[in-house]
């Protein structure tokens, strides 16, 4: 009886089951992707994901304990010299489930498991996700500098009135010492002519 025992057995036995799962784990880490069953590609999350996370320390014992999974020197090689590097700063989460819908014999869901820091679509689309932040951002940017420009109009167009305002005013006052000189002229003038006048009943006396 299987009670309380969660394990998907796959319907196979111990070796056979270890076998394939070792055998799923080696061609996922050599192509970057595989296609296979939900339930195959669940119990392939849980058996490879521990082996990715000793690839990140490269030493003679996390080999050891790595090859006694997979089986396989070349695969050991290539996850410690390509995978390793690229999954150093992931915390776990290494691999993706994406279905792809049902098989046509049998009827079994289908999906993709693969290698989460080798998918350049899901990067691609994170980076235009990033510059519409930045174009998000430049935009406001943008309409602050158009109100400073705004700003900077109006400053313009009060400096240019008290401008005109001021040349008026000087205007004013260089018309109004021309006025004031006229009458002095005037009141220079009458004096002379009094002097004249009497120079004049001088002579006739």
């Known amino acids: 009886m299987r009670h309380g025992k969660k394990f998907n057995h796959l319907g196979r036995k111990t070796a056979h089951r270890k076998a394939m799962l070792s055998n799923m784990a080696c061609s996922l880490i050599e192509h970057k992707s595989i296609n296979t069953t939900v339930a195959k590609a669940k119990a392939l999350r849980k058996y490879v994901e521990p082996i990715i996370t000793k690839s990140k320390t490269d030493s003679t014992h996390s080999r050891r304990l790595v090859f006694r999974y997979l089986q396989d020197k070349d695969r050991v090689a290539e996850l410690f010299s390509t995978v390793a590097p690229k999954i150093l700063d992931r ?3 290494y691999t993706r489930i994406i279905r792809t819908g049902y098989r046509l014999g049998d009827n079994a869901e289908m999906c993709m498991i693969e290698l989460v820091d080798f998918n350049e679509i899901y990067s691609n689309e994170k980076a235009k996700k990033t510059t519409r932040r930045s174009r998000r951002g430049s935009g406001s940017s943008a ?3 158009t109100e400073e420009t705004v700003e900077v109009a109006t400053d313009a167009v009060v400096t240019e009135e ?3 305002e001021e040349t008026k005013a000087e205007a004013k006052s260089d018309d109004k010492p021309a006025a004031k ?6 009141a220079k003038a009458k004096p002379k002519e009094k002097k004249d006048d009497k120079s004049e009943d001088s002579d006739k006396k």
């Open 181 to 186: 000189a006229k009458p002095a002229a005037k």
């Open 91 to 93: 915390p776990g989460g």
């Open 162 to 164: 008290v401008k005109t």
């Open 143 to 145: 309409a602050a500098s």
